[in-house]
């Protein structure tokens, strides 16, 4: 093994051409520099410098060792400097609609968990009402969430558009009692079927209901189901349903913002949003 503190001692005798010399700058014996020279020879085999009058030269040998001599010692300093740097490690508490991680993951989260190596991104996923509830009590330093209405304390990213859909050739969306697979409670999308259900509409039974969007899909592609379905996710298999026509409830273009807790921004939180903005178009358009 290449001791750093003999390779130092190296580099400064052949920077300097002369024993005596490399000591002074190391502060350190002449003697004390000539044991760990003869160290390094024999952890290497090779004899290493020449000595005459005039000082000492580099033997074959050691011109090859000096080279790699100063790689290790950049490579020790850039270490030690990585490792000061990492000391206060930032921690960024984000908060993600369950339904959108994919893509949220794929456009920009995992660039910034790559690029930004001594700060550590927690990401928890919830349904938009739960994350903006738990951005009030701390939990988050900020949020991406879903709501209808404009973002009072929040910033627009981009308008996401749901459509009621059933299976093609299905009879779901026909029956009295009308089966429905929906978001979990406290999601906004949830909350705007029930709000905007009349007592003139045929009534609902909630069939299945989870924070997957693939298992909505599922369970409209079987038939066993209507659901909101992110226009972006509506594929061959479904049809979409008219709410006048069909007696079921309208559906709001919701939103997709950003919310900060205004406690805890930093330089580094604010690059995350800037990284975010500028994938809004992928974020928007780019099916999982």
């Known amino acids: ?58 033997t074959e040998s050691g011109a090859t060792l000096l080279n790699y001599a100063y790689k290790m010692m950049q490579l020790n300093s850039q270490a030690l400097d990585d490792l000061k740097e990492c000391q206060n490690r930032e921690t960024i508490r984000l908060g993600v609609p369950t339904d959108y991680i994919n893509r949220y993951l794929s456009s920009c989260l995992l660039e910034f968990i790559r690029e930004f190596t001594c700060i550590e991104l927690v990401i928890d996923t919830d349904v938009s009402g739960n994350l903006y509830k738990r951005l009030q009590q701390g939990e988050f330093d900020l949020i991406v969430a879903t709501h209808w209405q404009p973002p009072v304390n929040g910033e627009l990213l981009f308008e996401r558009r749901f459509h009621w859909v059933a299976a093609k050739n299905g009879n779901a969306h026909t029956r009295n009692t009308i089966p429905m697979a929906l978001y979990p409670e406290n999601c906004p999308i949830r909350a705007q079927v029930f709000a905007n259900h009349q007592l003139s509409m045929r009534p609902i039974n909630v069939l299945l209901s989870t924070p997957s969007p693939q298992a909505l899909c599922m369970a409209v592609e079987n038939d066993l189901a209507i659901a909101p379905i992110g226009e972006f996710r509506i594929n061959d298999n479904m049809q979409i349903l008219d709410p006048i026509e069909h007696g079921i409830p309208a559906l709001p273009v919701f939103n997709e913002s950003l919310y900060l807790n205004p406690e805890t921004q930093t330089d580094a939180t604010n690059q995350l949003i800037t990284l975010i903005k500028a994938n809004v178009s992928n974020l928007a358009e780019v099916a999982d």
């Open 1 to 58: 093994m290449l001791k750093i503190e003999l390779l130092e001692s190296f580099i400064a005798i052949a920077e300097c051409g002369n024993l005596s010399k490399a000591a002074e700058k190391l502060c350190r014996t002449q003697s004390t520099l000539s044991l760990q020279i003869k160290k390094l020879e024999e952890s290497v085999g090779q004899s290493l410098l020449l000595r005459d009058n005039k000082g000492v030269t580099l």
